[in-house]
C-alpha cells in the first residue's frame, strides 16, 4: 500500500545488509512517519508490547525476525527456547504470534545450530510474502461481498463501518479488513468507510483513517458509540473487523469494542463479517469467552491521551481525574451467532465449525 504515493511495508529487513530489521512505527502515527530498528531479540519484544506492531499478522512477522535476531546471538537449543518464551510472553491474546514462532521453530530445530540463522532469516521472508498473499486473497473474497451490495444499491455508495485498524499496517500489507475495501477501490466501486476511533488507543482515528486518506478512500472518524444510531438509519450496509484469535465454532476476539458493534448489526440487520488468515484460528478452542485470553494493558492509556498541540508538538496530558483508577481491557470475544460470515484466504464460509472446517479440512482431526 502506499505512503507519499510509494510502495510501503511495515516490516522489513535493513537495506545496509547489517541483518537488523526495520519497522514502520505506529506509535509515532498519523503525526510523524518513521522507521525504528530492530537489532535485537530485547528490540524485537519491546515492539510488540509497546505497540510499534500491533495487529496480528504483523505481530507474527516480527515474533519471525525477532528469533532472527536472536539466533544471531545465540543459536543452541536453549537459546532458540529461551527467544521463543521471550518472545510469547510479550501479548497473549494474537494467536499469529504463536503460529508464526512454531513455523520458525519447525524451519530450524531440526538443523545444526550453525545452520540455523540463516534459514531463520528464509523462513520469516517466506512467512511476510505469504502473509501479503493471504490478506491479497482476503481482499478477492471480501470484494464479492461488496459487489453484490453495490449491485443491490444501484448507483448509491456502498457505506462499510470497521473497528480498530485491520488494515495493512496490521499486517505486512493489504490488510484483513481493510483489504476488501482496497479491492473494491480498485475496482471502481464507491465506498465511503466509517471509522471508529477505537479507544483507548484511538487505532482506527490514528491508523485506519492515515492508511485510507493514504490510500485515498472516503472516510469519516466516528465516535465509537456512533456505529448504533447510523446503523438506525440505514447509514451502514456492511460491517468488516478483523480479528486476533478465533475459535474453531467462530467466536471472535478483536478490538474491545467489536461485541457492541456485533449486537447493534445483528439488531439492524447489517451483515457483520470478519476478515482474518487462517493463521488466526485457534484450533485448539471452542470456547471464545471462556477460553480466549484478553489481555488488560496499562490503565494509563485510558486516563491519558496524545495528540498534536496548536504549536504542532505532540502532547500526552491527562483526561481523568488525578486518582481515579481505570480499567483497560483490550480485546473482547463476539460469539459466533452475531457473525454473518468469516472472510478468508480461502474463501467466505460461515462462523461455525463445519464453515471454518469446510475450508480448512486438515485442521478435521486436532
Same mark, same amino acid.
Given at each position: 500500500?502506499?505512503?507519499?504515493?510509494?510502495?510501503?511495508?511495515?516490516?522489513?529487513? =535493513?537495506?545496509?545488509?547489517?541483518?537488523?530489521?526495520?519497522? #514502520?512505527?505506529?506509535?509515532?502515527?498519523?503525526?510523524?512517519?518513521? =522507521?525504528?530498528?530492530?537489532?535485537?531479540?530485547?528490540?524485537?519484544?519491546?515492539?510488540?508490547?509497546?505497540? @510499534?506492531?500491533?495487529?496480528?499478522?504483523?505481530? %507474527?512477522?516480527?515474533?519471525?525476525?525477532?528469533?532472527?535476531?536472536?539466533?544471531? @546471538?545465540?543459536?543452541?537449543?536453549?537459546? #532458540?527456547?529461551?527467544?521463543?518464551?521471550?518472545?510469547?510472553?510479550?501479548?497473549?491474546?494474537?494467536?499469529?504470534?504463536?503460529?508464526?514462532?512454531? @513455523?520458525?521453530?519447525?524451519?530450524?530445530?531440526?538443523?545444526?545450530?550453525?545452520?540455523?540463522?540463516?534459514?531463520?532469516?528464509?523462513? /520469516?521472508?517466506?512467512?511476510?510474502? +505469504? *502473509?501479503? +498473499?493471504?490478506? $491479497?486473497?482476503?481482499?478477492?473474497?471480501?470484494?464479492?461481498?461488496?459487489?453484490?451490495?453495490?449491485? $443491490?444499491?444501484?448507483?448509491?455508495?456502498?457505506?462499510?463501518?470497521?473497528?480498530?485498524?485491520?488494515?495493512?499496517?496490521?499486517?505486512?500489507?493489504?490488510?484483513?479488513?481493510?483489504?476488501?475495501?482496497?479491492?473494491?477501490?480498485?475496482?471502481?466501486? *464507491?465506498?465511503?468507510?466509517?471509522?471508529?476511533?477505537? $479507544? !483507548? $488507543?484511538?487505532?482506527? =482515528?490514528?491508523?485506519?483513517?492515515? +492508511?485510507?486518506?493514504?490510500?485515498?478512500?472516503? &472516510?469519516?472518524?466516528? =465516535?465509537?458509540?456512533?456505529?448504533?444510531?447510523?446503523?438506525?438509519?440505514?447509514?451502514?450496509?456492511?460491517?468488516?473487523?478483523?480479528? *486476533?484469535?478465533?475459535?474453531?465454532?467462530?467466536?471472535?476476539?478483536?478490538?474491545? %469494542?467489536?461485541?457492541?458493534?456485533?449486537?447493534?448489526? &445483528?439488531?439492524?440487520?447489517?451483515?457483520?463479517?470478519?476478515? #482474518?488468515?487462517?493463521?488466526?484460528?485457534?484450533?485448539?478452542?471452542?470456547?471464545?469467552?471462556?477460553?480466549?485470553?484478553?489481555?488488560?494493558?496499562? !490503565?494509563?492509556?485510558?486516563?491519558?491521551?496524545?495528540?498534536?498541540?496548536?504549536?504542532? @508538538?505532540?502532547?500526552?496530558?491527562?483526561?481523568?481525574?488525578?486518582?481515579?483508577?481505570?480499567?483497560?481491557?483490550?480485546?473482547?470475544?463476539?460469539?459466533?451467532?452475531?457473525?454473518? %460470515?468469516?472472510?478468508?484466504?480461502?474463501?467466505?464460509?460461515?462462523?461455525?465449525? /463445519?464453515?471454518?472446517?469446510?475450508?480448512?479440512?486438515?485442521?478435521?482431526? +486436532?
Amino acid at each position: 500500500m502506499l505512503i507519499d504515493g510509494r510502495p510501503t511495508r511495515t516490516i522489513w529487513p =535493513a537495506a545496509d545488509g547489517s541483518g537488523d530489521v526495520e519497522i #514502520l512505527d505506529q506509535t509515532l502515527l498519523p503525526h510523524a512517519v518513521e =522507521a525504528a530498528r530492530l537489532a535485537s531479540l530485547a528490540d524485537a519484544a519491546h515492539a510488540i508490547r509497546s505497540m @510499534q506492531v500491533r495487529g496480528a499478522p504483523l505481530i %507474527g512477522a516480527t515474533a519471525a525476525y525477532g528469533l532472527c535476531l536472536a539466533l544471531r @546471538q545465540d543459536a543452541s537449543d536453549a537459546g #532458540l527456547d529461551a527467544a521463543t518464551a521471550t518472545l510469547l510472553a510479550t501479548r497473549p491474546t494474537a494467536v499469529n504470534l504463536a503460529w508464526a514462532l512454531d @513455523q520458525m521453530d519447525r524451519a530450524v530445530r531440526p538443523l545444526p545450530p550453525a545452520a540455523r540463522y540463516e534459514a531463520a532469516w528464509l523462513r /520469516a521472508a517466506e512467512i511476510c510474502d +505469504e *502473509d501479503v +498473499e493471504t490478506c $491479497r486473497r482476503i481482499g478477492e473474497h471480501g470484494l464479492a461481498l461488496i459487489r453484490k451490495i453495490a449491485r $443491490r444499491r444501484g448507483d448509491g455508495v456502498v457505506k462499510i463501518l470497521t473497528h480498530c485498524n485491520a488494515g495493512w499496517l496490521a499486517a505486512v500489507d493489504w490488510g484483513t479488513a481493510l483489504a476488501p475495501i482496497y479491492a473494491a477501490q480498485a475496482a471502481g466501486i *464507491d465506498i465511503h468507510v466509517w471509522v471508529d476511533e477505537t $479507544r !483507548p $488507543r484511538n487505532q482506527g =482515528a490514528s491508523l485506519t483513517a492515515f +492508511e485510507l486518506g493514504q490510500q485515498g478512500v472516503a &472516510h469519516a472518524i466516528i =465516535a465509537d458509540n456512533t456505529g448504533g444510531h447510523l446503523m438506525q438509519h440505514d447509514e451502514v450496509d456492511l460491517v468488516i473487523v478483523g480479528s *486476533d484469535r478465533t475459535t474453531r465454532e467462530g467466536d471472535v476476539a478483536n478490538k474491545i %469494542g467489536t461485541y457492541l458493534k456485533a449486537l447493534a448489526a &445483528h439488531d439492524n440487520d447489517v451483515p457483520f463479517f470478519v476478515a #482474518l488468515p487462517g493463521s488466526t484460528v485457534d484450533w485448539s478452542l471452542r470456547d471464545g469467552v471462556r477460553d480466549i485470553p484478553i489481555e488488560e494493558r496499562s !490503565p494509563e492509556e485510558v486516563t491519558r491521551i496524545s495528540g498534536r498541540g496548536a504549536d504542532g @508538538q505532540v502532547v500526552s496530558v491527562d483526561i481523568a481525574p488525578a486518582g481515579s483508577p481505570a480499567l483497560n481491557i483490550a480485546f473482547d470475544v463476539t460469539p459466533a451467532r452475531l457473525v454473518s %460470515g468469516l472472510i478468508t484466504e480461502r474463501g467466505v464460509c460461515a462462523a461455525s465449525e /463445519a464453515g471454518l472446517l469446510g475450508l480448512y479440512p486438515e485442521h478435521g482431526g +486436532e
